[in-house]
């Protein structure tokens, strides 16, 4: 039973990487949506600098992880170490055969809206996936806990705290309307 039990997380967590990617592929980068957490940052890296989506997530996502063993412990979550290296090579791989132009004409500031919903959709609901597997998809997640750990701040606080101010970053580069979204 426990061999099973394992098999299905581990397959919670390749499922809701990849459903978690085509939001960000199909959607949120199209749409100039910079949401939270890593991803968030690397929808902006990519429209400023270039920066390819899948590979920005894993390049900001390895150190926060990293700092998360060092301060949380070494058995802080391997399966999160998956999710976050998931999330990435779906996102870069979806990037290569579909591209990030997605499937709507964004001249149609209702297709923009689309965008947010579907894209939040697919990201929450590939996380929510990832989660029912044991694990994370790293990211501003370990961010949040390291601020908490170290001051009186609450986790929900932190998180809050932190991905408010990518959302603010992407409403200075995209614009109001964008961080609206």
Same mark, same amino acid.
């Given at each position: 039973?426990?061999?099973?039990?394992?098999?299905?997380?581990?397959?919670?967590?390749?499922?809701?990487? #990849?459903? /978690?990617?085509?939001?960000?592929?199909?959607?949120?980068? =199209? #749409?100039?949506? $910079?949401?939270?957490?890593?991803?968030?940052?690397?929808? !902006?890296?990519?429209?400023?600098?270039?920066?390819?989506?899948?590979?920005?997530?894993?390049?900001?996502?390895? =150190? +926060? &992880?990293? @700092?998360?063993?060092?301060?949380?412990?070494?058995?802080?979550?391997?399966?999160?170490?998956?999710?976050?290296?998931?999330? @990435?090579?779906?996102?870069?791989?979806?990037?290569?055969? !579909?591209?990030?132009?997605?499937? +709507?004409?964004?001249?149609?500031?209702? *297709?923009?809206?689309?965008s $947010?919903? &579907?894209?939040?959709?697919?990201c %929450?609901?590939?996380?929510?996936?990832?989660?029912?597997? %044991?694990? *994370?998809?790293?990211? /501003?997640?370990? @961010?949040?806990?390291?601020?908490?750990k170290? /001051?009186? !701040? =609450?986790?929900?606080?932190?998180? &809050?705290?932190?991905?408010? +101010?990518?959302?603010? @970053?992407?409403?200075?580069?995209?614009?109001?309307?964008? #961080?609206?979204?």
């Open positions: 039973m426990k061999k099973k039990y394992l098999i299905s997380n581990y397959l919670f967590i390749v499922i809701g990487s #990849a459903i /978690t990617s085509m939001g960000i592929v199909a959607f949120v980068t =199209p #749409a100039k949506l $910079a949401g939270g957490g890593v991803s968030g940052i690397s929808v !902006i890296l990519f429209h400023t600098l270039g920066f390819e989506v899948g590979i920005s997530i894993f390049l900001l996502s390895i =150190p +926060l &992880f990293i @700092a998360g063993m060092r301060i949380f412990g070494t058995r802080y979550g391997y399966k999160s170490l998956l999710g976050t290296i998931l999330l @990435a090579l779906f996102t870069s791989l979806f990037g290569l055969i !579909i591209g990030y132009e997605g499937f +709507l004409d964004y001249s149609d500031s209702v *297709n923009t809206l689309l $947010a919903v &579907f894209g939040g959709f697919l %929450g609901f590939g996380i929510g996936v990832v989660v029912k597997g %044991g694990a *994370n998809t790293g990211g /501003t997640d370990i @961010a949040a806990q390291i601020l908490s170290y /001051t009186p !701040i =609450p986790v929900g606080t932190s998180l &809050f705290i932190v991905d408010g +101010l990518i959302i603010v @970053a992407g409403g200075i580069v995209f614009g109001l309307e964008s #961080a609206l979204l």
